[in-house]
């Protein structure tokens, strides 16, 4: 079943010189119940600007949001505040995402008292639970965040961002300050999580590997767009979209012969200055005349491989 539905969500904001920089433009994603989705792509790509206008954090310039049959872009406070229980998100840095003035048994409490749950007894009862889940000591809640490692920070985070029991976490780049050994640690923990808790995760990371290890399905953003999306599996084995390629091939192998690296020439466009046509077509060997002319739609394309992926792309 669906659970959250985007349609053409965009977001502009306006520069220095009042010239529109075109951080998100109109991306169309469903996640469904249960379903761990992850979202890739280069710094600057969009990805944190999706995974914030979809909760609302920033708001969007265009288009819907539609979770569970409403639309979280047309809520009032009093209704977003109500639907904010079942949206929540772990941010990328552990320590200045939590507020060192209090103690980690506050940090986790807080959203109860926020939005009411339960008395003081039932919600100190639901840190020490939390806290359990996440594989933290039932004493960690005295301490300060300070005296935690980064990974233990996350899971604090994460601990906190379940307290309501939420329906749809969004993981923006939630391993990708921590150290390889550490990751992985969180990376099972989020998955334990999931199969537990039956939760829907937009997961946001720059690293394919970790994608790929988490998610059944992965978008892949360019310039504010996604352009390929498809079950884990046939992006990772069988990638259509020259951008994907490329990202795919710089994915170091152990024991491996790894395949010839393509190498992107040039930087990412400037997103106040998009290119016409395709905005890939600057740094793509494969660029065509239409390329340069007119942008593809995502769609199944007629002579791509026999996957269930999406691209945009004129190649096929």
């Not at 075109?22 to 991306?27: E, F, G, H, K, T």
Request: include cysteine; glycine fraction near 8%; hydrophobic fraction near 40%.
């Amino acid at each position: 079943m669906t659970l959250i539905d985007l349609h053409n969500l965009s977001k502009t904001y306006t520069g220095k010189n009042g010239e529109n920089i075109y951080a998100l433009v109109d991306v169309s994603l469903t996640i469904k119940k249960g379903e761990v989705i992850g979202i890739v792509g280069e710094s600057g790509c969009g990805k944190s600007t999706l995974g914030r206008a979809l909760l609302r954090l920033i708001e969007p310039s265009n288009g819907e949001i539609i979770f569970e049959g409403n639309d979280l872009i047309h809520m009032n406070k009093r209704k977003m505040k109500a639907a904010r229980k079942d949206l929540q998100i772990i941010f990328q840095d552990p320590f200045g995402s939590l507020n060192p003035r209090h103690k980690v048994g506050t940090i986790i409490g807080e959203p109860l008292v926020v939005h009411k749950v339960g008395n003081r007894q039932s919600q100190k009862q639901r840190v020490l639970e939390l806290l359990e889940l996440v594989g933290l000591p039932s004493d960690a809640g005295k301490s300060y965040p300070h005296e935690f490692s980064g990974g233990q920070r996350q899971r604090i985070a994460i601990a906190r961002a379940l307290a309501l029991e939420p329906k749809l976490l969004v993981a923006d780049e939630a391993v990708s300050a921590l150290d390889v050994s550490v990751q992985s640690q969180i990376i099972n923990l989020i998955a334990d999580l999931r199969k537990k808790l039956n939760l829907s995760i937009l997961f946001i990371s720059h690293d394919l590997s970790v994608i790929r290890h988490v998610s059944d399905r992965v978008g892949v953003m360019y310039l504010g767009r996604i352009v390929e999306i498809g079950a884990t599996e046939d992006i990772m084995n069988s990638p259509q979209h020259p951008y994907t390629q490329a990202l795919l091939t710089a994915i170091p192998h152990v024991g491996k012969k790894r395949q010839q690296r393509i190498v992107l020439e040039g930087e990412l466009p400037d997103p106040a200055h998009p290119p016409t046509g395709c905005a890939f077509h600057s740094r793509c060997s494969k660029v065509m005349d239409i390329c340069r002319t007119k942008r593809p739609e995502l769609a199944h394309q007629n002579g791509a491989p026999s996957t269930q992926s999406e691209v945009a792309c004129h190649l096929y």
